[in-house]
């Protein structure tokens, strides 16, 4: 599996801990979403350069033609319905559901401890790239940072 931006590291490392990056990303988020539900949402894109630390305390679910770029967190679950591309690190502590429609995630999908489920309907393209990890990991600078991608052993 090629992302842009060249090959990912499939390894087995270390565990790292989703709730205090989550904790880290609330301090210095510079997009917090207040309501659980928003239709044609747009904030930012990564081949403009744009994006942002959005962070949303508990669920979100996400319709219409929805945009994003950066670094997402949702403390709850994440519902995913109509056409969404977003590029960046997504972080959802709860569980993920994509409802019919088209979903695409350029960069890195990180699921917490807790999160129960991954469903899928519909499109759902989720491609790693490092060249986005890399453009979200700038955005936090010495705060936080996401080393790549790993897959934990069972």
Known sequence: MLG?????SLATAPSF???????QLRNSANLVLTNNSYSGLSFGNAGAGTGF??????????SGTTRGAGILVVTGNLELVGTCRFEGVVIVLGGLEVGG????????LVLGPSATQLRAQGNFTLRYSAEVVGFANSM???????NGWQELAR
């Open 4 to 8: 842009v931006g060249g090959p990912p």
């Open 17 to 23: 801990d989703v709730n205090g990056i989550a904790a």
């Open 53 to 62: 630390v959005t962070f949303r305390d508990g669920d979100l679910r996400l």
């Open 101 to 108: 429609g088209t979903a695409e995630i350029y960069g890195a």
């Open 140 to 146: 936090v600078g010495r705060y936080t940072a996401f």
